[in-house]
C-alpha cells in the first residue's frame, strides 16, 4: 500500500485527520501542547551537535524519548499540517497505522472497551504502544469480518485474560493479540558492535579525506571480531586502493570500494533541499537505495532550516565530504539469532485463553533484518505453529502478519505486509474471518507472494 501524498506536501488526508482528532481527543488541549513541546525538545537536543560535520545510522529515529506513543501522534499531526517537522524514515512505520484505523474509525469507536485501551495507551502504556495499537488493527479485522459483537477483556491483575472476545449470534472466538519489538535483541547488540567498529574508521576517513563508499558482508559473527576490525584491516589500504576495487575477500569478510559521486550529488543539491535524515540523503551519498541492508555515513555540509520552525526540520544544501558502508552479516549463526521463532509468543497466548473456548492468535512482527533471515524464519514458524502442543486449549487459528515500509524520496511511504495463517485443526470447516490483513485495504491480494522476495520500491 503506498500513501496518496507526495512526499511533505502536507495534503489532508481525511482518514489520518480523522484518527488523528479521535486519539487527541482524549488529551486536554494543553497536554497535548505539553507533549509536542517534550518531543521536540528531545529532537532538537538530539540534533543539536549537527552542524557541518554529521552522521547517520540506518532506521535511526530523531526521536529518542519515553512518550513513544505521543511521537507517533506527532508524526500524524506533522505530515498532515507541519510537512517540515514530519520525519519520513520513522513516519511509513507510523502512518500507514493510524490511516488504517482512521478508514475505519467508526468501526473502531464500536468495539467495547476501546476507549478505555486507549486512554491506557495515551497515559501508561506511552512508552511501549506497538502492541496496543496492533490489538486495535486485530479487533478491526474481526469487526470487518461481520462480528456483531467485539470487545477488550478488561484486563486484571490476578487473572490472565486473552485481549479480546468476537462474537457472532451463537460463534463466539477468544482472540490474543502478540506484537514482537522491532528487532531482535541480537540485531541490536550486533548493531552496536558494528557501531563500535565503524566510529573509529568514520573518524579516520574524515581524518585523512578518503571520500569512499564501501559494501562489507561478513561471514562471521561481529561479536567474534575486536572493536579496530575495520582501523586495523582496512585503514592501510586505503591509500593504494585503485577505484572501483574489492578490497578483501576471505572467510571473514568480502570488503568492495567505490568513490562517492559528488558530480551526481551535487547537481541534485543545485535544485533541490534534502532532508536530514531521509532515505534521499542515503541515496544522495551511497548513489542508491537499498532499505534492507544498514548503511552507515559521516558527512560534512551546510544544514538548513526553513520558516523558524522546530522539529525534524533540517534540511542539506551543499555536500562538501561524504564516506560510508552498507554492512551486514550472512553467517548462519547470526542469520539464527535474528530469525525470532513465535513460539515464545504461543506459549503465552495459550495460557491466557480459558480452557472452553475457541481461540485464535495474530502475532504482528517486522521484517528488517532481510531476506535471508526471513527465510529463515518462515521456516522455523511454520515448523513450530504445526507441531505446537496447545495444551489442551482450544487453539484453533494463528495469524502471522509481517509488516515492512518503506520512505521512498518520491512518495510519504509504501508499506507491504504478508500474512500466513495456520489451521491446523479446522480441517474441512471455515475460516472464521474473510478478511485478513491488518493495514492493507481489502483491495490488496497476496497473489505476489511474501513480500520480502519481491524488489523493494
Given at each position: 500500500?503506498?500513501?496518496?501524498?507526495?512526499?511533505?506536501?502536507?495534503?489532508?488526508?481525511?482518514?489520518?485527520?480523522?484518527?488523528?482528532?479521535?486519539?487527541?481527543?482524549?488529551?486536554?488541549?494543553?497536554?497535548?501542547?505539553?507533549?509536542?513541546?517534550?518531543?521536540?525538545?528531545?529532537?532538537?537536543?538530539?540534533?543539536?551537535?549537527?552542524?557541518?560535520?554529521?552522521?547517520?545510522?540506518?532506521?535511526?529515529?530523531?526521536y529518542t524519548g519515553p512518550d513513544r506513543i505521543g511521537w507517533y501522534l506527532y508524526l500524524v499531526d506533522a505530515v498532515q499540517h507541519h510537512p517540515l517537522r514530519y520525519e519520513p524514515?520513522?513516519?511509513?512505520?507510523?502512518?500507514?497505522?493510524?490511516?488504517?484505523?482512521?478508514?475505519?474509525?467508526?468501526?473502531?469507536r464500536s468495539i467495547g472497551g476501546v476507549e478505555d485501551r486507549v486512554g491506557r495507551l495515551l497515559d501508561s502504556g506511552r512508552g511501549q504502544p506497538d502492541g496496543g495499537l496492533f490489538e486495535f488493527l486485530i479487533a478491526l479485522v474481526w469487526k470487518r469480518s461481520g462480528y456483531a459483537t467485539v470487545e477488550f477483556i478488561p484486563e486484571t491483575p490476578h487473572r490472565k485474560t486473552p485481549d479480546f472476545l468476537a462474537r457472532s449470534g451463537r460463534e463466539e472466538w477468544f482472540v490474543e493479540c502478540k506484537r514482537l519489538q522491532k528487532r531482535s535483541e541480537y540485531s541490536e547488540r550486533e548493531r552496536e558492535?558494528?557501531?563500535?567498529?565503524?566510529?573509529?574508521?568514520?573518524?579516520?576517513?574524515?581524518?585523512?579525506?578518503?571520500?569512499?563508499?564501501?559494501?562489507?558482508?561478513?561471514?562471521?559473527e561481529l561479536a567474534t571480531l575486536a572493536d579496530d576490525y575495520l582501523m586495523e584491516h582496512l585503514a592501510g589500504k586505503l591509500h593504494l586502493l585503485s577505484l572501483p576495487c574489492r578490497i578483501v575477500s576471505n572467510d571473514t569478510w568480502d570488503v568492495t570500494a567505490k568513490?562517492?559521486?559528488?558530480?551526481?550529488?551535487?547537481?541534485h543539491l543545485q535544485r533541490?533541499?534534502?532532508?536530514?535524515?531521509?532515505?534521499?540523503?542515503?541515496?544522495?551519498?551511497a548513489g542508491c537505495r537499498n532499505p534492507r541492508r544498514?548503511?552507515?555515513?559521516?558527512?560534512?555540509?551546510?544544514?538548513?532550516?526553513?520558516?523558524?520552525?522546530?522539529?525534524?526540520?533540517?534540511?542539506?544544501?551543499?555536500?562538501?565530504?561524504?564516506?560510508?558502508?552498507?554492512?551486514?552479516?550472512?553467517?548462519?549463526?547470526?542469520?539464527?539469532?535474528?530469525?525470532?521463532?513465535?513460539?515464545?509468543?504461543?506459549?503465552?497466548?495459550v495460557e491466557q485463553f480459558p480452557s472452553d473456548a475457541r481461540c485464535a492468535v495474530h502475532v504482528g512482527l517486522e521484517t528488517w533484518d532481510g531476506p535471508l533471515v526471513e527465510e529463515e524464519r518462515l521456516g522455523r514458524i511454520v515448523r513450530s505453529v504445526l507441531d505446537f502442543d496447545a495444551l489442551g486449549k482450544d487453539l484453533r487459528w494463528v495469524y502471522c502478519h509481517f509488516f515492512e515500509s518503506y520512505a521512498p524520496p518520491d512518495q510519504t511511504w509504501v508499506v507491504d505486509e504478508t500474512v500466513l495463517r495456520f489451521g491446523p485443526e479446522l480441517l474441512g470447516r471455515d475460516e472464521p474471518i474473510c478478511f485478513?490483513?491488518?493495514?492493507?485495504?481489502?483491495?490488496?491480494?497476496?497473489?505476489?507472494?511474501l513480500h520480502w522476495r519481491r524488489a523493494p520500491p
Amino acid at each position: 500500500m503506498t500513501s496518496e501524498m507526495p512526499p511533505f506536501a502536507g495534503a489532508a488526508d481525511a482518514d489520518l485527520e480523522g484518527a488523528l482528532e479521535w486519539f487527541l481527543g482524549f488529551l486536554s488541549v494543553d497536554d497535548w501542547k505539553a507533549r509536542v513541546a517534550a518531543v521536540e525538545e528531545n529532537v532538537e537536543r538530539g540534533l543539536s551537535s549537527v552542524a557541518s560535520s554529521f552522521g547517520a545510522e540506518g532506521g535511526d529515529s530523531v526521536y529518542t524519548g519515553p512518550d513513544r506513543i505521543g511521537w507517533y501522534l506527532y508524526l500524524v499531526d506533522a505530515v498532515q499540517h507541519h510537512p517540515l517537522r514530519y520525519e519520513p524514515i520513522q513516519g511509513a512505520r507510523i502512518v500507514p497505522i493510524f490511516k488504517r484505523l482512521g478508514a475505519d474509525l467508526d468501526l473502531l469507536r464500536s468495539i467495547g472497551g476501546v476507549e478505555d485501551r486507549v486512554g491506557r495507551l495515551l497515559d501508561s502504556g506511552r512508552g511501549q504502544p506497538d502492541g496496543g495499537l496492533f490489538e486495535f488493527l486485530i479487533a478491526l479485522v474481526w469487526k470487518r469480518s461481520g462480528y456483531a459483537t467485539v470487545e477488550f477483556i478488561p484486563e486484571t491483575p490476578h487473572r490472565k485474560t486473552p485481549d479480546f472476545l468476537a462474537r457472532s449470534g451463537r460463534e463466539e472466538w477468544f482472540v490474543e493479540c502478540k506484537r514482537l519489538q522491532k528487532r531482535s535483541e541480537y540485531s541490536e547488540r550486533e548493531r552496536e558492535k558494528w557501531l563500535a567498529m565503524w566510529s573509529p574508521f568514520a573518524q579516520h576517513l574524515v581524518r585523512n579525506g578518503h571520500s569512499l563508499l564501501f559494501d562489507i558482508t561478513f561471514h562471521v559473527e561481529l561479536a567474534t571480531l575486536a572493536d579496530d576490525y575495520l582501523m586495523e584491516h582496512l585503514a592501510g589500504k586505503l591509500h593504494l586502493l585503485s577505484l572501483p576495487c574489492r578490497i578483501v575477500s576471505n572467510d571473514t569478510w568480502d570488503v568492495t570500494a567505490k568513490p562517492v559521486d559528488y558530480v551526481r550529488a551535487r547537481a541534485h543539491l543545485q535544485r533541490y533541499f534534502v532532508r536530514f535524515p531521509s532515505d534521499q540523503l542515503r541515496e544522495l551519498v551511497a548513489g542508491c537505495r537499498n532499505p534492507r541492508r544498514d548503511f552507515s555515513f559521516v558527512a560534512k555540509g551546510d544544514l538548513v532550516r526553513f520558516g523558524g520552525a522546530s522539529g525534524n526540520n533540517r534540511f542539506l544544501e551543499d555536500l562538501s565530504f561524504a564516506a560510508g558502508s552498507f554492512w551486514s552479516s550472512d553467517a548462519p549463526q547470526a542469520i539464527r539469532h535474528k530469525a525470532r521463532d513465535v513460539r515464545r509468543q504461543l506459549v503465552r497466548a495459550v495460557e491466557q485463553f480459558p480452557s472452553d473456548a475457541r481461540c485464535a492468535v495474530h502475532v504482528g512482527l517486522e521484517t528488517w533484518d532481510g531476506p535471508l533471515v526471513e527465510e529463515e524464519r518462515l521456516g522455523r514458524i511454520v515448523r513450530s505453529v504445526l507441531d505446537f502442543d496447545a495444551l489442551g486449549k482450544d487453539l484453533r487459528w494463528v495469524y502471522c502478519h509481517f509488516f515492512e515500509s518503506y520512505a521512498p524520496p518520491d512518495q510519504t511511504w509504501v508499506v507491504d505486509e504478508t500474512v500466513l495463517r495456520f489451521g491446523p485443526e479446522l480441517l474441512g470447516r471455515d475460516e472464521p474471518i474473510c478478511f485478513r490483513a491488518a493495514l492493507l485495504p481489502e483491495t490488496d491480494t497476496f497473489s505476489e507472494g511474501l513480500h520480502w522476495r519481491r524488489a523493494p520500491p
